[in-house]
């Protein structure tokens, strides 16, 4: 029993070293990977080349780009020890990326709205079947199309607006240990989250996300287990399909958009993991005076305040 759990005790550890041997390598690998992507975009951008669309779908979801972008987090982070300030410009560089995109994406609520009128007054005043916009060249789509792309404005505001909602404080948290510990406490648990959660979660969402986006766009359907070997065969028969199946007749038939939009907001919470970690590292090493520096929070203005009935 003794020699038994000895040697399962060293094939662990004998594991634990390969697969640290193998994140180094890879590690190191990315340096020469990101050169080399970077000085042959033809191989991966020439899109009119089928061989570069399906390279461009492999590298995608591939470990190689994986460790590309863990390296560029982990390079900036570097740097980052070194001068603080180098830190803080990214980690304002990043948040205020998000908060724009979200701003923005924030006014496709308004579109929706205005929408939802147009369509109840073309329904039942006008009692027309369609709406036709255009100068020139008519747009042209039944009642029904427009119905249904109102769930495009509704994803565009969850899947853009993600991040930005983080960076503002605005998810709801359930909190057991988080407010009675140490403001240093608290940072180490950021940091903590963001490694060990928010990045491994987003990369696990993009690798399904990736190749379903990629699914509804081309054939021969590619899969996230197909080495780059099978995708250059599978790209002798490659044919853009892009999804335009809508569920009604005459319904909304732009579903790929679902798709892209997944991929971006799954990207954009990879990039904000990262960003969480940073400010939480710089505000836990620089202490509690450095708390929310820099952060460009949303406020409310006099009179804009939500009409609240408890007031009476």
Known sequence: M??????????????????????????AMA??????????????LDWSNKEAVMRFVYYGGSVEFFFVCITVFLVIFAVGLW???????????LEGFANTVGRFAAWAGLLMVLQQVVIVFMQRIFTRPDIVFGFGVPLQFDISWYAEELKLYN???????????FVQGGHVRVDLV?????????????????????????TLIWMYSWYFMWRHLITPKPAAS??????????????????????????????????ILMVIMVGMIFIQAWCFFYRSYLEWKEGPESEAKYFDKDVLEEGEEPYDHAEF
């Not at 963001?194 to 491994?200: E, G, H, K, R, W």
């Open 2 to 27: 003794e020699e038994s759990g000895a040697g399962g005790l060293g094939a662990a550890i004998g594991a634990i070293g390969d697969g640290l041997i193998w994140t180094f390598q890879n590690i």
């Open 31 to 44: 340096f020469y990977n990101f050169g080399y992507a970077v000085t042959h975009p033809q191989l991966w």
């Open 83 to 93: 001068r603080n300030t180098f830190l803080w410009g990214v980690v304002r560089l």
């Open 155 to 165: 994803a565009i505001v969850v899947a853009l607006c993600l991040t930005y909602t």
């Open 178 to 202: 988080y407010s009675a510990v140490s403001y240093r406490a608290k940072r180490i648990i950021d940091m903590f989250g963001s490694l060990f959660f928010m990045i491994p979660m987003a």
């Open 226 to 259: 197909n080495t780059l070997e099978l995708l250059m065969k599978k790209s002798k028969l490659m044919k853009w399909n892009v999804e335009t199946i809508g569920f009604s007749p005459n319904g909304f038939n732009g579903y790929f958009l679902f798709k």
